[in-house]
């Protein structure tokens, strides 16, 4: 099924738009005239919004706002603001999302009910900044706040406003690693969706996209692979193939075609990603960042470490612009350049960005994450390769244990700890603790 611009609107906005043409909002303006107006400006402002087209979808939120104030419409102004912060959050323009949201949050405090949606959704949009920033614990107690307040309501249809949410604390688990966790609110906010909107809507295919996200990242690539699929067919539907929201299920593919080795298919779908990208966003955006990361990793992995590093800093500086230095999108790329040097056998510069991994990744998230574990994987590459094997032993454990406590024990990094460590164990000469390692790598 293909939607239209409008009738992608009306089941988008529904809830909202009924309201305001009802009576008691048209008595609020001057003369009906103005509440149509107003409701056109906010449909077409929605439109774009879900079309990625933010600076042209701001306009008409912006129109539509100054009418809602002009006839002291709260609800319609309040949610306009809120509709201004979620398009600035998408352009990465954070403080600004963050100011609109939470002046969104006031006038709703002012102006409307104690457990009003529009309230929940100020506090969605504080949030989205927080998780989009690594301020996971921020972002999470904004979410829980405005899935309370969801939770409040009277009307069934209005659970919609709960799939945000549930999307939302969802992204903070993941963020966190703490998958089980992730998946049952990503799954919460897929079943939500599917029932309100439908199995072919775009804010389904969303929660597939999370959904993939997370079993790239636990390993579990052909579950990935089929979230992903079942995303680009959703928004294929609806968009056609020329959206943001299909360069991001590219990415995606792209990421579990690399981690396979299949590099000629991985750089298919992410120049294809990047083509779409370069057309609707500004080029400061942080999504272009997966790509170049990804573009970094097959280089290195070919030997053309010249041009991962090119890419490595190029992700790097996109990230230092937006997110800041104190990121893990930031951390990933002083981790690629790290491993980069290692594989150039540079290897104080490669212990100067590992400490820079560790360093920002313990004050961000502790010592249990995938950035962290990699970085003591490589640590002890590095001093298994100087020889100093007891200090490699060290670092191999360190990695096992995070590891294992992120994945269990059914995992490729936890196999690779394993092979990693039965190396040291066999130069050492301990034929038989090598060999057990080496089984358990193979189970």
């Not at 600004?96 to 969605?124: C, M, P, W, Y």
């Not at 089980?180 to 439908?198: D, P, V």
């Not at 969303?206 to 067919?233: C, D, M, T």
């Amino acid at each position: 099924m293909r939607y239209s611009s409008s009738s992608l609107t009306r089941k988008i906005g529904v809830l909202f738009l009924a309201v305001l043409m009802g009576q008691q909002v048209s008595a609020a303006f001057a003369t009906p005239a103005d509440a149509i107006q107003a409701m056109r400006y906010y449909q077409k402002g929605d439109t774009l919004l879900l079309y990625n087209l933010h600076d042209s979808s701001i306009t008409f939120f912006e129109k539509a706002e100054q009418l809602f104030f002009e006839g002291k419409y709260w609800e319609g102004y309040i949610s306009s603001k809120n509709k201004i912060s979620e398009n600035l959050s998408a352009k990465f323009e954070l403080k600004k999302a963050l100011g609109v949201a939470r002046d969104a949050l006031q006038l709703s405090i002012e102006h409307l009910s104690e457990n009003h949606l529009e309230k929940a959704t100020a506090h969605i949009n504080i949030g989205n900044v927080y998780y989009l920033t690594g301020q996971h614990e921020k972002a999470l107690e904004e979410f829980n706040v405005a899935l309370e307040i969801t939770e409040k309501t009277e009307h069934d249809e209005m659970h919609l406003y709960s799939a945000p949410t549930n999307l939302g604390i969802g992204n903070v688990y993941y963020g966190k690693l703490q998958y089980e966790e992730a998946f049952e609110y990503f799954n919460n906010a897929l079943i939500t969706n599917s029932e309100i909107l439908g199995e072919d809507h775009p804010y389904v295919a969303n929660s597939y996209l999370s959904i993939g996200n997370l079993y790239r990242n636990k390993g579990s690539y052909n579950l990935a692979e089929e979230n992903y699929e079942k995303a680009l067919e959703i928004n294929r539907g609806v968009f056609g193939e020329n959206h943001p929201d299909i360069a991001t299920g590219y990415v995606g593919l792209g990421d579990i075609f690399k981690n396979r080795g299949e590099y000629e298919k991985a750089l298919q779908y992410y120049n294809g990603a990047l083509s779409i990208y370069s057309q609707f966003l500004d080029k400061r955006n942080p999504k272009f960042g997966a790509i170049y990361l990804g573009f970094a990793d097959i280089a290195k992995n070919k030997g053309d470490y010249a041009t991962a590093i090119k890419y490595y800093n190029q992700a790097l500086n996109l990230y230092q612009q937006t997110v800041g230095e104190l990121h893990q999108n930031s951390v990933q790329s002083f981790l690629g350049i790290a491993n980069t040097y290692i594989y150039q056998e540079k290897f104080l510069e490669a212990l100067d960005y590992y400490g820079k991994v560790l360093d920002i990744n313990f004050n961000l998230v502790g010592e249990d994450h995938v950035n962290t574990s990699a970085a003591y994987n490589n640590l002890g590459g590095l001093y298994y390769f100087a020889g100093s094997f007891d200090l490699a032993k060290t670092y191999f454990e360190k990695a096992l244990k995070i590891d294992q406590n992120i994945h269990g024990s059914k995992h490729p990094n936890v196999a690779n700890a394993y092979y990693n460590l039965s190396r040291v164990y066999h130069v050492k000469g301990e034929t038989r603790i090598a060999l057990e390692y080496i089984q358990s790598a193979i189970n």
